[in-house]
């Protein structure tokens, strides 16, 4: 036989194979068997203590089951909160940058772009509790007692004018508390509201006369090398765009010459740090995690709630650029004063005693060593 | 047709050898796909550390996405928990509250599931009207992995359910470990079906970013319900309403109430290329468009696409059929005759369910949700095979 009678009889043997796969029942299910469970225990895992219950079993009901015994007023939380919650959250909780608002925004979750605060969205108070309690301030969660708690509660619902300043918020007042958006949430109804009407057989042809495009991207988007992403916005608009119907596209537009392939450019390999110090600068990124809730060092690094970090040792104190200092701080900048080691080490420790007033939220260093290693990490910054 | 040198030239990888077996114990991809990565935008949030990144869907192929460049949400930064610190807790309601550890959790019987994981704000943006020009920022908050698990119900019967009485209306509470615990309330009904306490994702481990050593898998929910680093299950008589599923993940309609509890993620798809980031560079002639349909009922039965912005549509075949609350790869293999097209794609799953239009879901709930938007998206593709993201009328 010659080559080509060859190649046709594999071709038909191909085909009479793909007729045998159509043909079979298409397999229903790739369904993994469920793993057997047995009526009784297993005995695996142990007993829960009380106590350990206790430590992780925190959070609050609606109903205010699960609230610590305390007590806290706005008069008190005013200060706590420009202490622990300003710095994200702003002083009157009007929130900063892209974080949080909690305060106002009532009557405007049925316009165009509601303000979905505590005192405008949330329905209960106790998640509030429970929130801040458990999950704040971000970068030191679960260190507020009960009491610190109730107060900056209570000084939220101030900040929405819900209370006035003497209101004494507790474990026996908290759940009764009617927050104004109480009511209103309903449970998903998409159900009745949208899977029955939506759940017909659809159009396949002539579903529409005429079809043109009445929005384009606004934003266009670069994706370099080194990750993330840049976006810039699209100047181009919808006029000349073809308009489509069963007939096809209204016009096919020239084709233009070909833009020149974008080489990918492999980024660069990172540099490893030095040997000398090099577990130092290790230790102190680690330690660093404590930090960057706030702050950012490095290539680029922005001004977050606290300045950027770069060539930290041997700048002025307080003289980022763009960024909004407390006091204590524009004080240091105008005379003049330094960071160095030794006052670097002295403000990590405990950065309230050394600088009072500042708005920096972060309680200190506790153990010996975290200051050295952090400085010598921050120093990998100083050609920043 | 002139010879082409990589052929008939000896090359230096025909000729000097390359790596040894021992250069990468554990391997990235070659460095010529550095390009494939996750990528955030930096304006969406505040901080990184409790932000999202979007995976890129566009270059990636088949359903299975891998661990490294799966989307990432953090509501207080990925944690590092060793096994041998891990412990987990079921309390509440339970006959007899109990500590695992992850020893323990080894020796439940385990299942292997593929599903997605979908984030609630995905296509969140497309509210407000095309923003993002690439479909790893419009759609890129999925992933889709193949988990090993053991089923929640297991756990919970070790627990015991006979102090909760009447299972019908107790939730069970879930948390994690890291800073911010991320807790959710879960209906018994669903913990009680499919969710699985999770322990590796495509034959390995949890990456630290999807909650080594444990997550919880929650098929077809939103997914901030998939609480990472999950330290504590709570049977309750009610739910918590903490915050997120007060504050967040609740979905304002035009009149300004919220629905609440909407927990299911309704059938989707999208093409992933032809798109934005992956322009038709070949011109004319055969061409594949292939994209992800998925939803959080059931099984995809049915993918439709259109090259003409809905007047006509054509049912896309399926890469494979069967996989449920999982992602199925569809594939619409066409004659491009380098005209303008508009490509749509238009999911159907088991319960009968069409994938909505965006004027279809505006209708009805207005423009302010933020999360669940399953629309149908349109790219409009032009003759150089540029394509991008637009609304047609």
């Not at chain 1, 085909?15 to 298409?26: G, H, Q, S, T």
């Not at chain 1, 007939?247 to 974008?262: C, L, W």
């Not at chain 2, 609480?227 to 309403?241: A, F, G, L, Q």
Request: glycine share 8%; proline share 5%.
């Amino acid at each position: 036989t010659d080559l080509k009678s060859q190649i046709a009889l594999v071709q038909d043997s191909a085909k009479a194979k793909i007729a045998e796969l159509e043909a079979r029942p298409a397999v229903a299910t790739s369904m993994s068997a469920p793993a057997p469970v047995r009526d009784g225990a297993m005995g695996l895992g142990r007993e829960a203590l009380l106590e350990e219950i206790a430590a992780w079993d925190v959070d609050v009901l609606p109903d205010g089951r699960g609230l610590p015994e305390g007590t806290g007023n706005a008069f008190d939380g005013e200060e706590l909160f420009a202490d622990k919650c300003a710095a994200c959250h702003g002083d009157f909780a009007e929130g900063v940058d892209n974080w949080p608002v909690l305060a106002g925004g009532f009557d405007t979750l049925a316009d165009e772009d509601p303000v979905k605060t505590v005192g405008s969205y949330w329905p209960h108070l106790s998640t509030v509790y429970d929130y801040v309690y458990r999950s704040m301030p971000f970068g030191e969660a679960g260190t507020l007692t009960p009491d610190e708690t109730y107060a900056i509660v209570a000084y939220i619902l101030f900040s929405n004018d819900l209370i006035d300043d003497e209101f004494e918020l507790s474990h026996e007042n908290l759940g009764a508390f009617k927050m104004p958006n109480k009511d209103g949430f309903v449970v998903d109804d998409r159900p009745e509201a949208e899977y029955a009407a939506w759940s017909v057989e659809p159009c396949m042809s002539n579903c529409k006369e005429e079809v043109t495009v009445t929005m384009r991207s606004v934003f266009l988007v670069n994706t370099p090398p080194e990750g993330g992403s840049e976006s810039v916005m699209n100047p181009a608009s919808v006029e000349g765009l073809p308009s489509f119907s069963s007939a096809g596209a209204s016009f096919i537009p020239e084709a233009q010459a070909k833009p020149e392939a974008v080489v990918e450019v492999a980024a660069a390999a990172v540099e490893e740090p030095a040997d000398e110090g090099a577990e130092l600068i290790k230790a102190g990124e680690k330690v660093f995690k404590k930090c960057k809730a706030c702050h950012e060092v490095g290539n680029g690094a922005k001004n977050k709630s606290g300045p950027q970090l770069n060539a930290l040792i041997g700048r002025t104190m307080g003289s980022v650029e763009g960024f909004k200092y407390s006091n204590v701080f524009q004080a240091a900048a105008d005379e003049g004063r330094i960071w160095d080691e030794a006052s670097l080490t002295e403000f990590l420790a405990k950065p309230k005693s050394y600088m009072k007033g500042t708005r920096m939220s972060f309680s200190g260093l506790k153990k010996e060593g975290d200051q050295v290693a952090i400085i010598a990490y921050l120093n990998s910054f100083l050609g920043e | 047709q002139t010879a082409d040198p990589l052929i008939t030239d000896v090359q230096d990888w025909a000729s000097i050898t390359g790596a040894g077996v021992d250069e990468t114990p554990y391997g990235m991809p070659i460095e010529y796909e550095s390009h494939v990565v996750r990528r955030n935008v930096e304006w969406l949030t505040a901080s990184p550390i409790s932000s999202i990144n979007f995976t890129p869907i566009h270059a990636l192929e088949g359903t299975i996405t891998p661990q490294g460049c799966a989307f990432e949400r953090h509501h207080s930064g990925a944690i590092e928990l060793r096994k041998e610190d891990y412990r987990l807790m079921i309390n509440g309601l339970v006959d007899k509250p109990l500590v695992f550890t992850y020893a323990d959790l080894e020796r439940f019987p385990r299942e292997n599931h593929v599903y997605f994981c979908e984030c609630a704000a995905n296509t969140g943006m497309e509210w407000a009207g095309a923003q993002l020009n690439g479909v790893q920022f419009t759609h890129g908050m999925i992933h889709n992995m193949e988990y090993t698990g053991v089923p929640l119900r297991a756990l919970l019967n070790e627990a015991g359910l006979g102090a909760a009485g009447d299972l019908k209306d107790k939730w069970v509470y879930v948390e994690g470990a890291d800073a911010s615990s991320n807790g959710r309330s879960i209906p018994m009904e669903k913990a009680l079906d499919d969710v699985l306490v999770a322990f590796k994702a495509n034959g390995e481990a949890l990456r630290m970013e999807h909650g080594y050593p444990v997550r919880l898998v929650v098929p077809g929910w939103e997914g901030n319900m998939w609480v990472k680093w999950i330290r504590r299950i709570e049977v309750s008589d009610t739910p918590t309403e903490s915050r997120e599923e007060t504050s967040k993940y609740t979905d304002v309609l035009e009149d300004g109430t919220a629905r609440k509890w909407t927990w299911v993620m309704d059938a989707k798809s999208v093409i992933t290329s032809p798109s934005p980031q992956m322009p038709i560079t070949h011109g004319k002639g055969p061409l594949v468009i292939s994209g992800l349909a998925w939803s959080g009922h059931g099984q995809i039965t049915r993918v439709d696409v259109s090259r003409d912005g809905g007047i006509t549509w054509e049912t896309a075949r399926l890469g494979k059929q069967g996989d449920t609350k999982a992602l199925t790869r569809f594939y619409l293999d066409v004659d491009w005759d380098g005209a303008p097209m508009l490509l749509q794609a238009r999911a159907m799953d088991e319960t009968g369910y069409v994938q909505p239009t965006k004027d279809q879901l505006r209708e009805t709930r207005g423009e302010n949700s933020v999360y669940h938007n399953n629309c149908i998206q349109t790219w409009y593709v032009n003759a150089e095979g540029i394509a991008e993201n637009v609304e047609v009328s």
